[in-house]
């Protein structure tokens, strides 16, 4: 497709369609539209299933577009329509009547009242916004002092719940490394949302991130993830995928590294996160990178503050219609998409406003879900993907590559007495609860012949046994 087609989208749309195309490109490893290498797989005995956690439903929110102060949307609009020569109507929105910040009043509101309703997701901070300044140096038209503010108060409201990512860079012109700054070039090769990877190799693209994750680290913001700007590495998917593995590992020293890059917003694709080059699971190292896979589109206000779809396409009034709906029954982590420009909307904070709708709606609807950062997903599906799981009359034989909490697994068991779980010297009984609904770690729960077990996974070996 061409570009100035996928121009009349929405950007996250625009995720979606290329996605779409890369399926019909015989790459997708896993038969889906990743594109990646799936890598190792270990055996798993017959009969045994392992559940969400706490035989529950992950759910969250991914917010796009976010960082310190700078209202991003207001700073970009002209860069996008100067790479594409005014060409592109959409970019001709007034975005000199838009306002040049988001308060961090706002950000204290919106994630106190997060808090308060347990929600948890990711949360960009693009470290050097549309090139108006670095957050570890200076943002021209804030002081030095707003500045640390600022960081300081995402370190402390929203950094307990949500995943802090680089946006790449600039989420707006590709920086050169060398000079630290933006390319002459302003054309979409060089704009981090659209050509800059197509034919570069997984090395170039890990420079480029752990050129963000350094400035973020500098702050004292830690990353176990990235997000990508746009249509970042979508012509060049397993290249993104050993980036992300190897800038996140090389920088922030994350067992589980994590990207988000793809969503599907409609059908039956699957949305569970892709494990992907696991390698090394009997040995000291294990190592895989996880895709994460966004279930909505941008609904809440748009990036550009467009009209924003509204609660309904998450969740109807009713609790019986909507996208979430769909993706929570048939038990898929439901990870909501919205960018931070539109959940303030210009300071009429009407994605706000739609998002309050959309969690009342789901803890009226839904008794069991279980809102997760997208690091705390990414690890229990390593755990989930990778874990080898073998059985003997007695008991489950488990070889972890990678610790989890909740890991929930369900099994046929005669009735016997209570599991108990070993873990190196450690012997632990775990405790019987009535139904799903009441399971934690260290706990248990009989339906028939099936033992549902809750219990936090060591890694390494560990031995449930139930005779």
Not at 248 to 274: C, N, Q, T
Request: aromatic share 10%.
């Amino acid at each position: 497709m061409q570009p100035r087609q996928i121009l009349r989208t929405d950007r996250r749309d625009f995720l979606r369609l290329a996605a779409g195309a890369a399926m019909t490109s015989g790459l997708g490893a896993f038969g889906t539209s990743s594109a990646q290498v799936p890598g190792q797989r270990p055996s798993r005995a017959v009969g045994v299933s392992v559940l969400g956690p706490r035989s529950r439903v992950p759910v969250g929110l991914i917010i796009d577009d976010s960082t310190c102060l700078v209202n991003l949307n207001r700073f970009a609009m002209p860069q996008f329509d100067a790479a594409f020569s005014g060409a592109a109507a959409v970019y001709h929105r007034p975005w000199r009547e838009w306002p040049v910040e988001i308060p961090d009043a706002f950000v204290r509101k919106f994630g106190e009242w997060c808090a308060g309703a347990g929600v948890k997701g990711k949360y960009s901070i693009v470290p050097f916004p549309a090139c108006v300044g670095r957050i570890d140096r200076m943002l021209p038209g804030w002081t030095p002092q707003e500045l640390r503010d600022s960081i300081a108060l995402v370190r402390s409201v929203m950094a307990p719940n949500w995943d802090i990512h680089p946006e790449m860079t600039t989420h707006t012109r590709v920086i050169d490394l060398k000079t630290g700054h933006p390319f002459e070039e302003s054309s979409p090769k060089f704009m981090e949302n659209w050509e800059w990877t197509t034919g570069r190799s997984a090395d170039e693209i890990a420079a480029y991130m752990a050129h963000a994750l350094r400035i973020l680290k500098e702050v004292g913001l830690h990353c176990d993830g990235i997000t990508t700007p746009g249509s970042f590495g979508n012509k060049a998917l397993p290249q993104l995928a050993q980036a992300t593995l190897d800038a996140i590992r090389d920088v922030s020293k994350s067992e589980v590294p994590h990207y988000f890059r793809h969503l599907f917003d409609k059908g039956e694709e699957s949305v569970a996160p892709r494990v992907e080059l696991a390698a090394g699971l009997d040995g000291p190292d294990p190592r895989c990178v996880v895709s994460i896979i966004g279930c909505t589109g941008d609904w809440t206000g748009g990036w550009d503050c467009t009209t924003p779809g509204g609660a309904d396409k998450f969740i109807t009034a009713d609790g019986r219609h909507g996208r979430l709906v769909d993706v929570i029954t048939r038990g898929e982590p439901a990870l909501m998409v919205a960018h931070w420009t539109g959940i303030y909307f210009n300071g009429y904070e009407v994605g706000f406003e739609i998002f309050k709708q959309v969690v009342g709606r789901l803890h009226a609807r839904f008794d069991n879900l279980l809102w997760m950062k997208l690091s705390e997903v990414s690890r229990y599906w390593a755990a989930k993907e990778l874990t080898r799981i073998g059985r003997d009359e007695h008991a489950l034989d488990l070889h972890a590559p990678f610790a989890c909490a909740d890991f929930t697994v369900r099994f046929d068991a005669m009735p016997g007495r209570a599991p108990v779980l070993r873990a190196g010297a450690e012997e632990t009984g775990l405790k019987e609860v009535a139904g799903p609904l009441g399971l934690s770690s260290g706990t248990w729960c009989r339906a028939g012949n099936q033992v549902t077990a809750c219990f936090a996974l060591s890694r390494g070996v560990s031995r449930l046994s139930f005779a």
